[in-house]
């Protein structure tokens, strides 16, 4: 039985080996391979794992010096948001009601979204006006701007030092939230009833 | 407010930072076209061409006046533009009048010249690859639809005076050509156990979407060509992922980089920006494919049919499941339905055509089509939808949350003066 099984395993990897994995290349003088730094600069996607997180780090204490220069104008003085900027508290409670709010911490399922976001998108240009980049966060602000805002979402202490290893690791209370319950099952698109565009 | 002058140095600064970078050139630039006007608080974003001579690059037209149309939300260059779906000939989208949703980043002005495609991750040889080298690679053409998530959302539909314009003119369809994605994949190999990919744009938010490797494996196009002529810059030029019958984000445009891996991204156009709420609170991972849809486009919302008598009632018909098989047709408000035919050619994943007679004797009259796709998908009555959700159609006039994926069948009114309306809520 276990030999049977075995067999097919390493039937199955020839197979795969020889039709997709180990496939010498057709049009070998296209492309070339990006160095590491390449790699590196592009790698900007943040996973749950949050494998792709730079160095550095932050607290809740420092993020809010730096909420207070650069984010306040448009998300307010209690994180309230404006006509400009989205709340970022609040939302707890409202996800079944006729007003739901998508906030960070009634909604977001993952911290490291939290930064991936901030990284990539704030502060935004205005008018279409490019961000000048001496306004762009560094990777330590970004780790700073999180704990800020999971500490004033009541989801870490104030003091708590948020970095690469810390962020992935944080329970977001919204983390189970959604349908199906394990992430993995959201690729079987038909399995789990998706039909004529609608997912129950 | 800043000056023209002080945005322009700054800009100059911006631009000289980002030639600096190591690959790739992405120069998000202001249009200076627009500091003669008035109204100097937004720009294109990219550069766009000043008029040339007729003979040379040709005009439509004095007489043909279909334009795109804001969303009334606001006027900005970053806000959304509807297609005139009731104007549009046959299934192709003219590039000029396709929708547009750029989600706050303004339009990058990529030079073709120095922008790269990088493919790494869970891949045997990680590659980047110049425009001129993916050109070498065969080509495709083929006609695919792209549809905003929120196309036809209950607030595009809220007003009985909506035309087809504002409730379903977040779709257009075109013709792409440029390589597939599972030839590119074949030259950096895929590892083991790889599952997902994400697609990364060039411009100034860098959106992404987490799409399924199978997919992208399966018909997903890396495209430089629409309808005949290199991508618009409104539509990812000089690069965009086109994901067949998936929701809008997944075609990523300005796309620079692929990332394989064993497990999504997450990213803010994954969720939480693209999930949709059940009424219960309750989010959904991934909802992908947009529903098998159709709508009637004359007759349709705004128009005015002056005398009875003959008509060829037409519209568009599509399906995120593959090929529209069957189209049906009632013009007694549901009562009962009649095959419409299916005009040529009809593709995968595209817009398809169809047309019914139609003899208008002059009454009160409710229209509406229902499409079916070739897996047997078929779209769905409001009332149906209620039903599955679990709500009245009072609940999506009322929840402050759009709901996307929203595909029930569009029911116009012509009223015997010859008016149509939008009477999807009369139910």
């Known amino acids: 039985m276990l ?24 049009f070998d003088e296209l492309g070339r391979t990006p160095t590491a730094e390449e790699i590196q600069d592009w790698d900007i996607a943040i996973g749950p794992a949050g494998e792709e997180l730079p160095p550095g780090s932050g607290t809740a204490k420092v993020g809010a010096t730096i909420y207070g220069q650069k984010c306040v104008a448009c998300h307010g003085q209690n994180l309230e948001g404006s ?21 960070i911490g009634a909604y977001w399922p993952f911290a490291t979204q939290i930064w991936d976001f901030i990284n990539r998108a704030m502060p935004p240009n205005m008018y279409n006006v490019p961000v000048p980049p001496e306004q762009r966060h560094t990777a330590d602000e970004v780790y700073a701007l999180t704990a800020f805002i999971l500490y004033r979402n009541d989801i870490i202490k104030e003091g708590d030092i948020i970095d ?19 992430l993995e099952d959201a690729l079987d698109y038909r399995g789990r009833g998706c039909r004529a565009g609608m997912c129950p | ?58 005009q439509r037209s004095r007489y043909v006046t279909a334009k795109r ?7 900005r260059a970053t806000d959304d533009v509807h297609s005139p779906l009731a104007e549009i000939e046959g299934i192709i989208t003219p590039a000029s009048l396709h929708f547009n949703v750029n989600h706050g980043s303004a339009i990058p002005d990529i030079d073709p010249a120095t922008h790269r495609l990088m493919i790494h991750g869970m891949v045997d040889r990680p590659l980047i690859f110049t425009m001129e080298e993916l050109k070498q690679f065969p080509s495709v053409t083929r006609t695919h639809f792209v549809e905003c998530a929120y196309n036809a959302a209950p607030p595009e539909r809220r007003s009985v005076n909506a035309t087809v314009q504002r409730t379903h003119g977040q779709t257009s369809c075109s013709e792409w050509t440029g390589v597939l994605l599972s ?19 060039a411009e100034e938010k860098k959106r992404t979407k987490s799409i399924p490797l199978a997919k992208a494996m399966a018909d997903a196009i890396v495209a430089y060509g629409q309808n005949g002529e290199p991508v618009r810059p409104e539509q990812g030029f000089p690069l965009r992922l086109v994901v067949p019958g998936y929701e809008g984000p997944a075609n990523v445009k300005w796309l620079r980089r692929i990332k394989l891996g064993d497990q999504p991204w997450m990213a ?43 008509y060829g009632l037409t519209g568009l018909a599509w399906s995120g499941g593959g090929a529209i098989n069957r189209v049906e047709v009632s013009t007694d408000g549901g009562n009962s339905w009649k095959d419409a035919q299916l005009l040529e050619p009809i593709h995968r994943f595209a817009h398809t055509r169809f047309y019914f007679p139609w003899q208008w004797n002059g009454e009160e009259v409710v229209l509406q089509s229902r499409a079916t796709d070739e897996r047997g998908d078929v779209q769905p009555a409001l009332v149906e939808l209620n039903k599955i959700f679990g709500v009245d159609t009072d609940y999506w006039l009322a929840i402050k949350d759009s709901r ?12 015997a003066d010859g008016r149509v309306y939008n009477a999807i809520w009369e139910v």
């Open chain 1, 3 to 26: 030999f049977g099984k075995f067999s097919f395993v390493l039937l199955f990897a020839l197979v795969i080996g020889d039709g997709v994995r180990a496939q010498s290349r057709t």
């Open chain 1, 83 to 103: 006509p400009n900027g989205k709340p970022l508290v609040g939302g707890q409670g409202t996800l079944g009601t006729l007003n739901p709010k998508k906030t």
């Open chain 1, 164 to 182: 690469a290893n810390t962020l992935p690791k944080i329970k977001m209370p919204n983390r189970n939230g959604f349908v199906p319950v394990e």
């Open chain 2, 1 to 58: 407010m800043k000056s023209k002058s002080d945005r322009r140095r700054f800009l100059k600064g911006s631009a000289a930072v980002v030639g600096g970078m190591a690959v790739g050139g992405v120069k998000p630039v202001s249009s200076q076209s627009n500091d003669s006007s008035s109204d100097d608080t937004w720009s294109l974003g990219y550069e766009p061409q000043t008029p040339t001579d007729p003979r040379e690059y040709g």
């Open chain 2, 69 to 75: 149309t804001y969303n009334p939300r606001g006027r």
């Open chain 2, 183 to 201: 030839d590119l994949l074949k030259e950096t190999g895929v590892k083991e156990g790889a599952t997902w990919i994400v697609g990364e744009g």
């Open chain 2, 268 to 310: 803010h156009a994954d969720n939480p920006g693209h999930t949709t709420l059940r009424p219960d609170g309750k989010g959904r991972w991934f909802e992908f494919e947009m529903g098998v849809n159709s709508v009637i486009t004359s007759p349709s919302g705004g128009q005015h049919f002056p005398k009875h008598g003959f």
């Open chain 2, 404 to 415: 996307g994926h929203f595909n029930p069948i569009q029911p116009w009114k012509v009223t």
